[in-house]
């Protein structure tokens, strides 16, 4: 490991010491693509909402396991998680606003509507988290001592 990878480790923590929670919001993402592949392959017609709600339920879950984890880590760079996040974020909320938007104009109402709004709302939230406990697990929640 080089010098500069060292240093960007947050101290006294390791590789194998970071929560799973980047896996976990990843497999949260995943549950929402299918459940959202799933209820768009339906469309125009009114799609079974038995599978869609629970893989809502689950990917909620595991999203909210994945940000409980990142809170209960010591060490971690929330500095940067934010920064990282807030700008993530934006990005998503925009794209799954378009989306909902195609959605609301193919005249999605109710109950599918619903699920369809919750699935992307766990999209908008999972991918800034994914990408922002990314970022901020190989930084410093200390400044370097240089700087």
Same mark, same amino acid.
Do not use: C, K
């Given at each position: 490991?080089?010098?500069?990878?060292?240093?960007?480790?947050?101290? !006294?923590?390791?590789?194998? @010491? =970071?929560? %799973?929670?980047?896996?976990?919001? *990843?497999?949260?993402? +995943? $549950? #929402?693509? &299918?459940? !959202?592949?799933?209820?768009? @392959? =339906?469309? %125009?017609?009114?799609?079974?909402? *038995?599978?869609?709600? +629970? $893989? #809502?339920? &689950?990917?909620?879950?595991?999203?909210?396991?994945?940000?409980?984890?990142?809170?209960?880590?010591?060490?971690?760079?929330?500095?940067?998680?934010?920064?990282?996040?807030?700008?993530?974020?934006?990005?998503?909320?925009?794209?799954?606003?378009?989306?909902?938007?195609?959605?609301?104009?193919?005249?999605?109402?109710?109950?599918?509507?619903?699920?369809?709004?919750?699935?992307?709302?766990?999209?908008?939230?999972?991918?800034?988290?994914?990408?922002?406990?990314?970022?901020?697990?190989?930084?410093?929640?200390?400044?370097?001592?240089?700087?």
């Amino acid at each position: 490991m080089t010098e500069v990878g060292r240093q960007s480790i947050a101290s !006294g923590a390791t590789r194998d @010491a =970071y929560p %799973p929670a980047v896996g976990l919001a *990843t497999v949260s993402l +995943a $549950l #929402v693509v &299918v459940g !959202g592949v799933f209820m768009a @392959a =339906y469309f %125009p017609t009114r799609p079974p909402l *038995t599978l869609p709600i +629970a $893989l #809502v339920a &689950v990917s909620a879950a595991l999203l909210g396991t994945a940000i409980l984890l990142l809170v209960r880590w010591r060490g971690f760079a929330w500095a940067t998680f934010s920064l990282v996040a807030r700008w993530a974020l934006v990005a998503y909320v925009i794209s799954a606003a378009m989306i909902e938007f195609s959605f609301v104009r193919n005249h999605a109402t109710g109950g599918p509507l619903l699920v369809v709004s919750l699935m992307l709302v766990l999209f908008a939230v999972d991918v800034p988290v994914i990408i922002a406990a990314t970022v901020a697990r190989y930084q410093s929640s200390h400044p370097h001592p240089n700087e």
